[in-house]
């Protein structure tokens, strides 16, 4: 059953100059594995993490290091999520995360769906 969805697009360019503007961002967004990726790829993370708050309801706290965007030997993109991020996943019922990143014409897409059931009492 699905429990939420999300979708988010950034600018790459626009957000390249956010990181230029507020290097602390980076840290702030991103797991140290990440941080050492191009701006392309940081923005593709980001739309996915922004897609992945959106499917469980844009939680009040949740840390952004808390949510990991990996990626397997084929490059097929995986969500990982532990600490504020779980918790409210796991509030949600999210069993599995379905996860789909495009790059094209200076944008980067992504779009998430959150697997599970619904839990007792949250309807």
């Known amino acids: 059953m699905i429990v939420g969805i999300g979708v988010d697009v950034v600018d790459i360019e626009r957000f390249r100059k956010q990181l230029e503007r ?4 980076l840290e702030r967004l991103f797991v ?16 996915a993490k922004e897609a992945i ?3 469980i309801g ?22 990982v999520v532990d600490g504020t991020v779980a918790d409210a996943a796991r509030a949600r019922g999210v069993e599995t995360w379905h996860l ?8 980067a897409t992504a ?7 619904t839990p007792p009492g949250t309807r």
């Open 22 to 25: 507020t290097p602390a961002l």
């Open 32 to 47: 140290p594995s990440e941080r050492l990726l191009n701006t392309r790829s940081l923005a593709a993370r980001f739309a």
């Open 53 to 55: 708050a959106k499917a």
């Open 58 to 79: 844009a939680p009040v706290g949740m840390n952004w290091q808390h949510c990991t965007i990996d990626v397997d030997a084929a490059g097929a993109p995986s969500v």
């Open 100 to 107: 789909s990143i495009s790059h094209d014409g200076g944008l």
């Open 111 to 117: 779009m998430v769906v959150a697997e599970g059931h």
